[in-house]
C-alpha cells in the first residue's frame, strides 16, 4: 500500500467548505536534528521502526487543497521537481510532486486561486515553479509572509542553507512573491496568523468552515511527538519562539476543538490534541 491509500483523507467542513489531503512525495531529514534540543533517550524508541541506517526518518510533503463557496486555496507546495539528480539522492526525494499528485486527485492546478505557504523552506515552496520554470499556478496568488520574503532572501549563511535562494528569486523576479503581513483573511473562512519561531515569518493557516475547523501549523508541528511544546526541531531559528506560540495555538485548539493536520507525518497526519499535565499530546483520529 502506498502512503497515499494510506492517508488520503478528506472533510466536509459544512458552509460549502471541504478539504483534501494531498501528499505530495517524501524526503528524508536527520533525526537528531529534527528532535533538537531532545536527548536521544528520550526519542529513539519512538522512531525504531523507521529510522534509517543513515539516522534519518521519512518525511512526508503534506498539502491540503481547500475548497470554499469563495475560491480554492491550495496550503503548501512540497519540494516540487526541479532538484537536480545529487540533491534528489542526497535528500532521498520520492514518489509524486504537488502538480502530478493534484492531478491524481483529481484537481486541475490551473484552477487554485491562492497558494499559502507556512514559510519558504525548500520543502514547502519548491513547488511553486513548474519543471519549466513557469508557474505551476498560473491563476493564483501566493500567500507567505512579508517577513518571511525578507527572512529567506537574507545573506544570513544559515538562511542560505534552509532557503533555495535561487529559486525564490525566481519567484520574486516573476513578480509572483504575494505576500501577507500578519493576521490575514486570505479567503473568507481562511485566516493566515503569522507565529515566526520554525522561521522568521512563519504562518499557521486556519480553515473555518459552519461546522468544523482544521488547523495546520506548518513545521512548528511536523511530527506526532511535536505536540510537545518544548519539542522543537534544531532546524528553528527563534525556538523560544516556538515553545511561546506553540502554547497559545495549542491552547486555542483544544478550547475549540479544532482539527489539526501534521506538516511531514506520513502515516498518521490527521487528528486532534489534547492536553496533558503541562504539555499536549496528539491523538490520530
Ligand atoms: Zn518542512
Redesign the pocket.
Known sequence: MTIREETAWSADLGGGTRIALIQAGTFRSDAGTLFGPVPRFMWQQLVVDEIDAQGALLQALNCLLVETPAGRVLIETGIGERSDEKTRQRRVIEGPPILAALRAARFDPATVDVVALSHL?F??AGGLLAADGSAAFPRARIAAQKLEWEFALGDNPRLQASYDQGELRLVEQAGWAGAVDGEAELLPGVTAIRTGGHSGGHQALVVRGHERTVAFFG?LF?RPWSANPRWVTAFDDFPLTSVEVKVRLFRRAVEEGWTVVL??EARTPVGRLVAERDRYRFEPL
Open positions: 523552506h520543502d514547502h513545521d511536523m506538516s511531514h
